[in-house]
């Protein structure tokens, strides 16, 4: 039976990756800030066979919770104990304004998320790509043209779940270290906005500690 995967976030890329797992066969419920009737028409039209809802419902029914929705309102999502969940966000001062707990390089955002989501399962995936890429790039596996996004997370079997997911979405994933790793996904840094293939995430993955975001990131962190 399919799993059922919960979106948390109604904008660009909650409906982007809602239309891209409707379409790799899996039961989507979308939820919004407010009640089901206020999406319920976008979710209709951008996102046919997906399910808009609430955010409690999602966070009850779902298997599998991806967050899509800005960073300054992690501290809104409802409780996910015990859940397995994809932080797509990223931090953007232009939507989540001037946030210095958002922006310190000693942490990653998915760390921050993470600490306030105790008892859920964090791992980042789906925030480096543009959603115009997203909703474009699905290519089936093996072909040589299809791009890759990067997974980063604390449990083994947890990474290896959500990169099933992003494999099953038409892209190739690649594994980014752990959640204080996954820095090097964020806005800043090399891949952030990247629409390249698999060797490629790989090689700006392991030039990050040499570009000036991961200097930074390195010296803030070792002071």
């Known amino acids: 039976m399919s799993k059922t995967i919960g ?3 109604a904008g660009k890329v909650g409906t982007v990756l809602g ?3 409707v379409a790799a066969g899996y039961r989507v419920l979308i939820a919004g800030s407010g009640p089901a009737s206020k999406i319920a028409l976008t979710i209709e039209v951008l996102v046919p066979g997906a399910q808009a809802t609430t955010a409690m419902d999602v966070a009850r029914d779902s298997d599998i919770v991806i967050l ?3 960073l300054g309102k992690y501290r809104s999502i409802p409780n996910l104990n015990g859940k397995l969940v994809i932080d797509a ?3 953007w001062w232009e939507i989540d304004g001037i946030r210095p707990d958002l922006n310190d390089p000693r942490v990653s955002t998915s760390e921050i998320v993470q600490q306030y989501l105790t008892g859920a399962r964090v791992v980042k995936a789906f925030n480096h790509m543009g959603y115009h890429d997203l909703d474009s790039g699905a290519r089936p596996a093996g072909s040589i043209e299809r791009k890759a996004i990067g997974v980063a ?3 083994t079997a947890d990474v290896a779940e959500v990169s099933a997911l992003v494999n099953a979405t038409g892209f190739e994933p690649v ?3 752990t959640l204080r790793d996954s ?4 806005p800043g840094a090399e891949l952030f906005g990247a629409n390249v293939t698999a060797p490629s995430v790989l090689e700006a993955l392991d030039r990050f500690p040499t570009t000036e975001r991961g200097l930074t990131v390195a010296g803030a962190r070792a002071a």
Do not use: K, S, T, V
């Not at 820095?183 to 964020?186: G, S, T, V």
């Open 89 to 91: 966000m990223n931090y």
């Open 175 to 177: 594994f980014a270290g």
């Open 68 to 70: 899509a929705l800005p």
């Open 153 to 155: 997370g604390d449990n």
């Open 183 to 186: 820095i090097a996904l964020e």
């Open 19 to 21: 239309r891209l797992l």
């Open 7 to 9: 979106i948390l976030g």
